[in-house]
């Protein structure tokens, strides 16, 4: 039995399905490419459909091996409120810290979120793509 080893996420870490899905699916890309060599074993020239396969298959690797790690929120760059900033109710309910207090954070937040939502429909266009190409997977 064959087991699949998806390398991009942390072991013993919690992750939602659609996370595992996703880096799943391009584990197996990468597999594909870096184990069974697939450019010394088959002739991607034979016609145009095959060349176009091989040519996505090449930008789906580099993009997931390349591009896709150079990711980087501006989150990480920000120091956040400190804690004394929250306050919990007796409730329970959580009091944000004054955004007129800590403007940075909070314009740095809202970018972190416009570009996770970004990476989000990215993410999920290279998938499809892959997907699409899903019948060349083979040697």
Avoid: C
């Avoid at 870096?34 to 095959?50: K, L, N």
């Avoid at 996770?116 to 190409?133: G, T, Y």
């Amino acid at each position: 039995m064959k087991y699949l080893k998806i390398l991009t996420l942390n072991k013993g870490q919690w992750y939602d399905r659609d996370t595992l899905l996703l880096h799943a699916a391009f584990q197996v890309l990468v597999d594909f490419m870096e184990q069974e060599r697939p450019a010394e074993i088959v002739d991607w020239e034979h016609d145009e459909v095959h060349s176009s396969a091989w040519r996505e298959l090449s930008q789906l690797y580099r993009w997931w091996k390349e591009e896709r790690p150079q990711r980087h929120d501006p989150l990480d760059d920000v120091a956040p409120p400190p804690d004394e900033a929250y306050q919990i109710l007796d409730s329970g309910q959580m009091i944000f810290p004054d955004r007129a207090k800590y403007p940075e954070y909070y314009a740095t937040l809202a970018r972190s979120q416009t570009l996770e939502n970004e990476w989000f429909a990215e993410d999920q266009r290279q998938l499809h793509r892959l997907i699409d190409v899903r019948p060349f997977l083979w040697t």
